[in-house]
């Protein structure tokens, strides 16, 4: 289709299912719900990280105690679309320095972290050890491997 849009595309004819699916499979949220959660920020990191990433959504998103303590402290923080999108401005300008629903994101990590490590067993709790660190250093990736992170980590050049 090119440079058409799909509201070009579809002007004068209704989107069929199979339609509406492309259409939502061109866009590249952080997460998206399709028949299943697609969380999507971390396709990309070396193995230690896309471990510990993992683990900390299974500890958080596999254990009904925690939902429920990740919801209540959303509906306590008044969590809307725009406090979303303020949220996401903030950290991703100001990173450690910035603001997540009038909280540091430090506060935030430390609920998180608390409560995947609660949601794992102790074996899969030693792979949040690498992430768990970085946020404890108030770190990126790119903060911790200055160099070319993307050459040297996933061999893009």
């Avoid at 105690?65 to 679309?81: G, I, P, T, Y």
């Avoid at 067993?121 to 050890?129: D, I, R």
Wanted: charged residues 30%.
């Amino acid at each position: 289709a090119g440079s058409t849009t799909f509201a070009q595309l579809y002007r004068d004819r209704l989107m069929e299912d199979a339609d509406i699916e492309h259409a939502l499979s061109m866009i590249f949220p952080d997460g998206r719900l399709k028949r299943f959660l697609e969380i999507r920020p971390a396709d990309a990191l070396p193995k230690p990280y896309a471990l510990a990433y993992v683990a900390l959504l299974k500890g958080m998103f596999y254990n009904e105690d925690n939902l429920d303590e990740l919801s209540a402290a959303f509906a306590r923080a008044h969590v809307n679309e725009e406090r979303i999108a303020k949220a996401k401005e903030s950290l991703m300008s100001k990173g450690y320095d910035g603001c997540a629903y009038d909280r540091r994101p430090a506060e935030w990590l430390e609920m998180v972290f608390e409560a995947a490590q609660r949601g794992l067993s102790e074996e899969e709790a030693v792979y949040l050890a690498p992430l768990h660190d970085l946020v404890c250093q108030e770190q990126t990736l790119a903060q911790r491997y200055p160099e070319d992170f993307y050459t040297h980590y996933l061999g893009l050049r």
